[in-house]
Structure formats: C-alpha cells, structure tokens
C-alpha cells in the first residue's frame, strides 16, 4: 500500500544565500535522485524558508522498483564449443553470479562481444530504506555555503529532525538528532513546537502557523498586504526578483513601512538602494515617475508585530543614512582632483591604460577580440580607468558596485569624459537593478566583466551568481564559451562548471523548451549560454529516436579511432571527405560553439559522414599514413558532435 514519508530539517535561521540560484524548485532535483535510486512516489511537495527544509513524499511504494543488474563476463568468442557446451571460464562465471550459463547474454562493446550475467537487484521493505531516502533527499540539495561540518550536508546545525512515514516516527537521525513527529512555528525569537499525527497532516499544521508552500502564492499574500499600507502617490519599486526571494525564505509577510529623512536623498539612489538592500533587506519604494521616496518596505519576524516596531527600524535607517551621507559627502570632495589627472593624462595621450594587474582590464581584453570590438579598446580602456578609480572610494569599500555613482557625479565637469557618462549610467543602473541589460554594447561588456570579476572574489564583492551572468549573456547574445574565459582570465579559479550547466537546463526545463540532456554534457568543460539557448528552442519536438541516433554515430566513429594519437588537418583526395572538411571548417571558425549549426551541420552531411564510415576496418592506425586523413576527419567529428547535450559519449579504452 503506497505510503507518505515527512522528512523536515528544523533551523533557527538560515542564511538567505542558501542557495546559488535564485529561487530553485528543489521538486526537480530532490525528485531526480528518488528515481535514480529507484524510489517510486506520486508527489513531491517542499517547504523552503529560513527556518526549515521540509520534503512531503506521497504515494511511495512498499518496496524499491524492481531492477536488474548486469555484470560483464568473459568474451562470447570461443565461450562455447561446437557441441554449444560453455569453457570452463564461462561455468565459473555463472556459478559466481548465481545464473545458468544459459541464461547469460552477449552485448556488443566498442566492436567486442561478451557474455553478460542480468541478476534482479535486491529488494527490501519500505521501513528499512527510510534513510536511504534521507541521504537521497537531503543530498541532492546544492547549497552555495560550505556546510558547518564535515559530517553535515546543512550551512548551519539543524535545531529538529522530523521523520514519519505515514503516523510512525522513523528510527533514523540526521547530524546527531534523533528523528522527532515535531514541526516549530517562529515569532521573532520565539519558537513553538507543534505535535504532528502523522505525515499527512504536515501541509494542515504549516497552513495553520502561516506558512505557505508555493513562492507565487506567498508573494501574492505579500504585495497585497504592501499596497494596503503604502502612501498616496507612492509605489514599490519594480523589484520583481527580490520580492521573489524573500518570499522564498520568509516565512512571516507582515510588511513594515519605514521612513527615512529626505534630506538623505542628496546620496545617489544606487547607493541608497544598495545599502537597503545589503543591510536591512529593504524593498525601495518610488514616485510614478521612478523617483526614490524616503520610504521602504521591510518584512517582520513577528506573526504580528508591534506598532512601535517600523519607528525603532526607521531610527535605525536613519543613523545608518547619517554615517553614509558623511562618507558620500568626504569621497564627492576628494575626487575630482583624482579625474582631473585622469583627464590630463587623457588629453596628452589620447589613450589611458589600465593598471597593470587590474582583473577587470583582463576581462575586457580577453572579451574584445572574440566579440568583434576593438574598435570600442579605446573607450573601455577609459572607463575601465574611471571605474578603478571610483572603487578606490569609501562609498565602494562599503558597497561594492556603487563607485560608478561617486564618478557619474562629477563627470559632467570634465569635457574629456563627459561622453563617457551615459555608459557609466546603464552600468550603475544594471548593478542597482533599473534595467535588465544595458543597451550599449560597450557597457555590456564591462558589465560582463564586472559580474565575473566578482564572481570569483566571493564573498569579496557582490556575489553574482551564474544566473545573472547567463542571463546578461543571453541578452546580449554574446557568443562565447564561459568555461574557458573563467579559465584563461583566472587560471586559479576552480569553477563548479556543473553547477552553471545545472543552472542553466533548469531555467530551460521550467520554459518546457529541453528535456533531453545527457549526463556527458552535465560534466562537460565548455558552456556557451547564449547560443545554447538559441538552439534549445530548435530542439522542443526533438524525440529520443534522433538523440539515440546521434549517439550510436558518436559512438561508431569513436570506435574506430579509440586510442589513437590526435591527427591534425590532414588533407584527403576523396571527394566526399573535402565536401565534409569544408562544410567542417565553416562550423569551426563560428565564434563560441554553435550547438544549432552543429545540429545542422550533422542532419545535413549525414549521408556523407555515413559514407565515410563504410568499408573502414574495425580500428584505424595512426601509424598507417593512409589512415591519417580519415582519422583526422574523425577526430574532428566527433570533437563537435560530442557537443550536443543529448549525445551519449560512451567511454572507451585506451590504445596498447
């Protein structure tokens, strides 16, 4: 009989950074895992906060899914005789594995046939795989924090365990804590603790203390609540991914509006916005014109909180606002002297060089060539030198991000760099969330910089997550593998690579545009965002059919040069060859990797390929100089087909 499992991880506050993406559906993930283990279930329901991790598995099975196992034997050539009776290796064989010899099958491998043993996998009760279930669930969390054990898979220490298939609590425990049939309601510091019955009722008792499942429908609840206390003539701030992210990890939606003096407007709103943001997680409010107000949305801990609660925030606001005006004010006073160097240097050479060393320089130098733009160098090379000298402020040391502020306010003093103006502008407006892109080409390419730039520092500067830096790419169809620019501009930068192309097959996979992506490509070294968005749409109808056609074609060319010495640009007098070759080298010279080109690439020069396949024995020899061009071609084949994310790329042996 199907049964329900309630796995929850109580905490007193988790980190709102807990994970790199934004706002993960862990349904996908978490789900992924129970079936790779073979955990049959019908739905999958999670409760993400700052307080708890809690997984709802409905409809499990009594018993895991049945599955086989298949261990490989000797090879079938010369495994039996003529009277059909099996060699002595291929008795030990099934005897080892506890199968009749004929009962053994043969599969193919890399052109080699040998004989297989296919056992049942073992099965056990539903009771005995409960922590089984656990460590799947729980591992397949991928958080953006180290965990604060080595023995723990959580950022921070649970403060409750709760475990209960159906009305039993389970015999398990998770860092040291036994499992529990308890769930915890928070009211600012103060915890309650609720008795569960049984798993099912786990949904009732959350929607009783408040806290609701689906993040669209939280922030539904919140912004109805914001616009019934907001003043006449004032707004939120279009904020729509914030808003999404503390509805995310908020569990109360008791808005507060806070106000602050208006004198304090005299800051720049980049600044404004940043520190409300970093110190206070304050929602900006605006005129209908787009003009900052001194006011702000902040979010209670309270189920219900105190009238006096926004007056003590507001005081706090405020002195916080003082000690920044102050800090504005000394760095507005000593810049200009700075740009005016800057700006002399400028008119003299009619060129500024960046710092030797600077990374964000390393950035732009290595983007330009590959994007087509050195005829902007110039005009990088310059505000790459205003932007260091804007992050050399006190206003950036405290926000990192905001020193395009102090320089864009006094810019238009100086004719030399007043031009330079509107780009700093889309640069701080895209760091301060105004816009989702900015416009101009060369601003992207700083603001691409940028993002990586602090990508690597971590917790240095802003932390841009992969998304932001996918999404910019994606806007600006800037095409590049990201893999190598994070490797040759920090070479002694680990990168999580599967992580971003976890990132970015999620979003795809919520757009229903690809479902079809191998574990090959999960591991792959090279990432192309923004052309392999373009490509995913061309593959929505694509069925499992041509993937598995693809695959076997990857694999028969590997098959025939598995071990052999790389060849390069080796030329062949077969016609058919040079046809391949040129349409070859077109797709080569196209910058970034063009999964959509190479899609087509292979629909089209199929027949050729296939011709070129015919009549080859079974391994070609590097050593053979008549082999080399077909192993050339080859190489190369399979090099750009090996890019497509639903070909399998089995792994072969090495050459003796």
């Not at 199968?99 to 004989?115: A, N, P, S, W």
């Not at 953006?144 to 159906?166: E, G």
């Not at 606002?321 to 400028?346: I, S, T």
């Not at 599967?498 to 992506?517: G, H, M, N, P, Y």
Request: aromatic letters at 8%.
């Amino acid at each position: 009989m199907p049964k329900t499992l309630l796995l929850e991880a109580g905490f007193l506050s988790l980190p709102d950074n807990l994970f790199a993406a934004s706002q993960p559906d862990l349904r996908e993930p978490i789900g992924q895992a129970l079936r790779q283990e073979k955990f049959e279930f019908s739905r999958l329901r999670c409760w993400i906060s700052q307080h708890r991790i809690g997984v709802l598995i409905e409809g499990l099975t009594d018993s895991r899914t049945s599955a086989t196992k298949e261990v490989r034997g000797p090879k079938a050539v010369g495994a039996f005789d003529y009277n059909n009776l099996p060699s002595l290796a291929v008795q030990g064989f099934a005897t080892a594995q506890g199968v009749q010899y004929k009962d053994l099958v043969t599969r193919e491998i890399d052109g080699e046939k040998y004989l297989f043993a296919i056992r049942p996998a073992s099965e056990q009760p539903l009771e005995k795989s409960v922590d089984k279930i656990k460590d799947t669930v729980f591992g397949a969390l991928n958080f953006s924090a180290r965990p604060w054990s080595n023995s723990s898979r959580f950022v921070h220490p649970p403060a409750y365990f709760t475990a209960m298939l159906d009305d039993k609590v389970c015999d398990i425990d998770l860092d040291g804590l036994k499992a529990s049939n308890i769930t915890a309601s928070h009211d600012g510091l103060t915890i309650k603790y609720h008795v569960l019955s049984g798993a099912q009722f786990y949904p009732q008792v959350l929607q009783q203390i408040g806290v609701v499942c689906e993040t669209a429908e939280r922030r539904k609840i919140l912004e109805t609540r914001i616009r019934s206390i907001l003043p006449e003539g004032c707004v939120l701030r279009s904020e729509g991914a914030r808003i999404s992210h503390l509805c995310y990890y908020k569990e109360s939606l008791q808005p507060l509006l806070i106000k602050f003096k208006p004198e304090y407007l005299e800051i720049p709103e980049a600044v404004l916005h940043a520190y409300m943001k970093k110190h206070f997680s304050l929602l900006a409010c605006e005129n209908n014109r787009g003009k900052i107000m001194p006011a702000a949305i902040a979010i209670s801990e309270k189920i219900n909180p105190q009238s006096q609660e926004a007056s003590l925030r507001a005081a706090e606001l405020d002195d916080h606002f003082a000690r920044l005006l102050q800090v504005w004010r000394n760095d507005v006073e000593k810049l200009p002297e700075k740009l005016m160097q800057l700006a002399g240097r400028f008119e003299k050479d009619k060129i500024l060089v960046p710092e030797s060393g600077n990374p964000l320089a390393r950035c732009a130098l290595w983007l330009v060539p590959r994007l087509g733009l050195e005829s902007a160098s110039s005009d990088i090379n310059v505000l790459i030198s205003l932007i260091a000298e804007g992050e050399r402020t006190k206003i950036a040391e405290l926000l990192p991000s905001t020193g395009f502020s102090v320089v864009i306010s006094r810019l238009g003093e100086i004719a030399a760099f007043k031009k330079m103006v509107p780009i700093l502008q889309e640069i701080c407006d895209f760091f301060s969330g105004r816009i989702h892109a900015p416009g101009d080409v060369v601003a992207r390419v700083l603001c691409l910089s940028l993002l990586m730039r602090n990508y690597t520092l971590g917790d240095s500067g802003e932390l841009s997550d992969p998304s932001r830096i996918i999404s910019l790419l994606r806007a600006a169809d800037f095409r590049i593998d990201i893999f190598q620019a994070f490797s040759d501009i920090f070479p002694d930068y680990n990168l999580a690579r599967r992580f971003w192309i976890q990132t970015l097959v999620a979003d795809l996979q919520r757009e229903s545009v690809i479902k079809l992506v191998g574990e090959n490509f999960l591991s792959s070294y090279e990432l192309d965002p923004a052309s392999f968005y373009d490509a995913a749409r061309s593959w929505k109808d694509l069925s499992a059919a041509d993937s598995e056609a693809l695959s076997t074609l990857h694999q028969r060319m590997r098959s025939k040069v598995e071990g052999v010495h790389p060849v390069y640009e080796e030329i062949s007098d077969c016609q058919i060859e040079k046809e391949v070759v040129e349409s070859l080298v077109r797709l080569e010279k196209m910058p970034g990797i063009n999964y959509r080109e190479i899609f087509e690439f292979f629909a089209r020069e199929r027949v050729n390929i296939e011709a070129c396949l015919m009549n080859l024995p079974p391994l070609l020899d590097d050593m053979n100089p008549e082999h080399l061009s077909r192993i050339s071609l080859l190489q190369r084949l399979i090099r750009q087909l090996g890019r497509l994310p639903f070909v399998t790329r089995e792994k072969t042996g090495a050459k003796k």
